[in-house]
């Protein structure tokens, strides 16, 4: 392992397997990590019970705190984080993925409808057969997702299909699903159609250590997914043509990332709520931090995607007053305002 | 020494358990609940918080209100139906309308926790504070004071419940008395107004009151079909179909989220959907319109009934 000037000039830390990564990557990822958990920490101190960082810091390496406190920080606070990050690293790996497969920077789990599809199946769970065991909700979702997926696949032609094609089709379903979703919470009681808004506006509120064991396996998924896609969206993101040229069996790949990025999305959708927009502004402000392709985008997407939705529920448990903030709303304050800046950052590189 | 303390520590344990008692609750979950609840925390202001306040139970959070028990709700419904005031009661609030605050409940200490139906998912997170009972509350599911005499049965408050129903029996036989014609053999109608005209079809206190002093729904066009915006409890009806109605009471109330609920309010707003409604509309023209006030006839409690009473025998007199 050394380092190395590659021929676009970057310096690269160079391994023995031949695999280059970009020091200004690897910096960006120390950078978000480093990030991470600084918000995870002050993310422990900021709720209604009076806990502050340093009692919870102590607490959470053994010190004895009082149980009101122990509630706040076991039952609360701790869940809340670590289901928050690995949601928002899910999403935003989904969005960077999809991104890469069509070719578009406005691609995410929302636009191309694989969120309104797990997003629906749920509510058609909620709404028409209350009684089920809630334990088969990440099914449903599933099931909801993979449909959308498999639906998208049909409809722009499994040989066929290019990456506008698809992003194409995921509007038109996504629109169409929407509508499915109004008229769900139009013709629902009263007290079920507010549950499910507050759920459609994203929400911590279900984090739990058992949620949690549930979702581990997802985001566990998450790392290998990283490990076998990322060459090929590097072929993708040159385009269909060249990735072909490049020996990308493409009829293969898509299909395979199409379903890893519905498996992500639909366990996030499950836990958190469909968090919209997500996935398209965390892949633009992680390429703002350092432009990078293929697996480190997708670490640096998932990173800034985790650090998003810690800091949009911090600040949800931080808000006092008495005008409710959802969770996807919070998020959407925090990242918008840094996606617009990544934007005019990028027009101000461009005119350079 | 270690024994006295075993034997008392075992002696207080038992009077413990003996204060608690398995139940299944309306989703029909087993939920271990206090005998004599002293801090209860409750989901829903209308359909619970209200019907338990009325049976004297002690409400120590209620979904909805501030910290400070200010109401944060379109409406206050503690004020409005029982003329009490939430900050005085001690209720507390457990975070801001669509943000339930698991920590703000943790530190309010209740024994036990009371939702609806609709509260299911929530229950499993809220199970970590304290016993969460779930009670229906759904239109076509309960109807009057069902959720209230199912509240006060479970807690031991069936005494309370059936003095304050007798009350209100009495009243009920002195305002039919006052009525004209004969309640027994008459139609009724209620309708809400939203941002259009719908039939109620259960739940409230109001409609309790109406049935009990004798009269029976009207039929109506479009009665029985499949119904949107909460189907059960508001029927939407077309500005046509309204033009219609010919009950022999027709009950009129604007929505409980508008601050403008007396009788020159729904009027106005009348005026606005159906312009020229009261020249038509052959209850109007007849004088059998009674206008009722949603706010504090529209929630399930005896309260909500007594004001639905109040306004027909202030109808009769006029």
């Known amino acids: ?352 | 020494m270690r024994s006295l303390i075993l034997i008392l520590s075992l002696f207080f344990a038992g009077a413990a358990m003996a204060q608690t008692r398995p139940v299944t609750d309306d989703a029909g979950r087993e939920v271990t609940i206090p005998e004599d609840p002293k801090r209860i925390v409750t989901l829903h202001e209308p359909l619970l918080t209200l019907p338990l306040l009325e049976l004297g139970m002690p409400v120590v959070g209620s979904y909805g209100r501030g910290d400070n028990g200010e109401s944060l709700l379109a409406l206050d419904f503690i004020e409005n139906v029982l003329g009490a005031d939430g900050e005085a009661l001690g209720i507390s609030g457990i975070g801001a309308p669509g943000n339930i605050d698991l920590e703000r409940i943790r530190a309010l200490e209740p024994d036990l926790i009371v939702g609806t139906e609709h509260d299911a998912q929530k229950a499993d997170q809220l199970s970590a504070i304290a016993p969460v009972y779930l009670q229906n509350s759904r239109s076509g599911v309960v109807s009057g004071f069902e959720a209230e005499a199912a509240l006060a049965e479970r807690f031991a408050r069936t005494d309370t419940f059936d003095a304050k129903k007798a009350a209100y029996l009495d009243r009920v036989a002195e305002v039919r008395d006052s009525l004209p014609g004969n309640p027994g053999e008459e139609t009724y109608l209620a309708i809400i107004i939203y941002d259009q005209i719908n039939v109620i079809s259960a739940m409230s206190g109001a409609i309790q009151a109406i049935e009990d002093l004798g009269y029976s729904k009207a039929e109506w066009q479009g009665a029985g079909k499949a119904s949107g915006y909460g189907s059960g409890f508001a029927v939407p009806l077309s500005s046509e179909a309204f033009g219609r109605l010919d009950p022999d009471v027709l009950v009129i109330m604007n929505s409980y989220s508008s601050d403008e609920r007396d009788e020159a309010a729904i009027r106005a707003r009348l005026d606005r959907i159906v312009p020229g409604w009261d020249r038509f509309l052959k209850p109007a023209r007849e004088d059998r319109i009674i206008f009722l006030d949603s706010g504090a006839t529209a929630t399930p409690t005896i309260a909500s009934a007594e004001h639905t009473l109040d306004a027909f025998e202030a109808w009769a007199r006029d």
């Open chain 1, 1 to 352: 392992m050394r380092t190395a000037r590659r021929l676009d000039g970057r310096r690269v830390l160079r391994f023995a397997s031949g695999l280059d990564v970009p020091l200004a990557n690897l910096a960006a990822a120390g950078f978000l990590l480093v990030l991470v958990l600084m918000i995870m920490a002050y993310a422990l101190g900021v709720g209604a019970t009076a806990l502050g960082i340093g009692d919870a810091l102590r607490a959470v390496v053994g010190a004895g705190i009082g149980d009101g406190q122990a509630f706040a920080l076991w039952q609360v606070r701790l869940p809340h984080i670590l289901l928050g990050f690995m949601a928002g690293w899910c999403v935003a790996l989904s969005g960077a993925m999809l991104q890469s497969l069509s070719q578009n920077p406005l691609a995410d789990p929302g636009l191309l409808g694989l969120s309104q599809g797990a997003m629906v199946a749920l509510m058609v769970l909620l709404v028409f057969f209350p009684g089920l065991p809630h334990g088969l909700a990440p099914f449903v979702a599933l099931a909801g997702g993979l449909g959308v997926a498999a639906l998208i696949l049909f409809l722009v032609g499994w040989d066929q299909a290019d990456g506008l094609a698809i992003l194409l089709m995921g509007i038109a379903l996504e629109t169409t699903l929407s509508a499915v979703a109004s008229l769900l919470l139009l013709y629902t009681p009263p007290e079920t159609s507010y549950a499910l808004s507050n759920w459609l506006a994203g929400s911590l509120f279900g984090a739990s250590w058992s949620v949690i064991a549930g979702f581990a396996p997802w985001f566990a998924l998450s790392l290998p997914v990283i490990l076998l896609v990322g060459r090929s969206l590097k072929s993708f993101d040159l385009g269909d043509e060249t990735a072909l040229a490049l020996g990308e069996n493409v009829r293969r790949s898509r299909p395979a990332i199409l379903v890893a990025a519905v498996l992500l999305t639909s366990a996030s959708v499950t836990a958190v709520g469909p968090l919209i927009f997500l996935g398209v502004i965390a892949p633009h402000i992680a390429d703002a931090i350092s432009r990078s392709t293929g697996r480190t985008r997708l670490v640096l997407s998932a990173l800034v995607g985790g650090l998003l939705v810690v800091a949009g529920d911090t600040l949800t448990r931080a808000n006092t007053s008495d005008v409710a903030l959802p969770t996807g709303l919070a998020i959407t304050i925090i990242g918008v305002p840094l996606f617009i800046a990544t934007l005019r950052l990028r027009a101000l590189r461009t005119v350079q």
